[in-house]
């Protein structure tokens, strides 16, 4: 793998996180998002707002994925993680469900869609667990950046189970998984922030 190619996938990542970022500064002047946002406890409407929201997200965050060898390098994990920080495990969840959904159904029999799909939902998932322990943090935007790494070495882990044959997963996770580890990891720290 060459340093270029990866350094133009890292940057290529951090623009797209930062698009996501801008989105996040402009709902943010929103009162009634950061409303939601900010509730303890969540209604059964905001609750679906959330998931729909970041669902949505997670959607656009594919669609602006790179092709790396008949993969997606992409921010879809910012919505989806950010989605169950803030919203809990049933937002986690089905963000991650509806986004992964959506991965696969894109690309069925897609060298990666299956392990992307079951990534998602786990990645959603972990950040609705992790959600308890973000809320009572005192710096959140940190612990959403660590959260954000654990979660992207979960989702490099998934590939390398996942993907057959192994030694194209490896390839594959060689090229994308610092770009993807970094740039994911800072966008979900920054829209906390």
Not at 54 to 72: E, K
Not at 114 to 140: D, H, Q, R, V, W
């Amino acid at each position: 793998m060459e340093l270029k190619t990866l350094f133009l996938l890292l940057k290529t990542l951090v623009n797209q996180t930062g698009v996501i970022i801008l989105i996040a500064i402009l709902l943010s002047r929103f009162k009634f998002f950061r409303k939601i946002i900010v509730q303890e406890k969540l209604s059964a409407r905001n609750v679906i707002m959330l998931i729909i929201f970041f669902s949505l997200f997670g959607i656009v965050g594919t669609y602006s994925g790179i092709p790396v060898m008949g993969a997606l390098a992409n921010s879809r994990v910012v919505g989806v993680f950010v989605g169950g920080l803030i919203g809990g495990p049933m937002v986690g969840f089905l963000a991650g469900l509806i986004s992964g959904i959506h991965r696969w159904a894109i690309d069925i029999g897609g060298f990666t869609a299956f392990a992307c799909m079951i990534a998602t939902i786990c990645e959603g998932t972990l950040a609705g667990i992790l959600s308890p322990y973000y809320k009572k943090s005192n710096k959140k935007w940190l612990m959403a950046f660590f959260a954000g790494i654990l979660a992207e070495v979960l989702q490099m882990l998934i590939l390398l189970i996942l993907v057959k044959p192994f030694s194209e997963a490896w390839e594959l996770v060689k090229i994308i998984g610092i770009p993807m580890i970094f740039a994911n990891s800072v966008g979900i720290s920054m829209f906390i922030a």
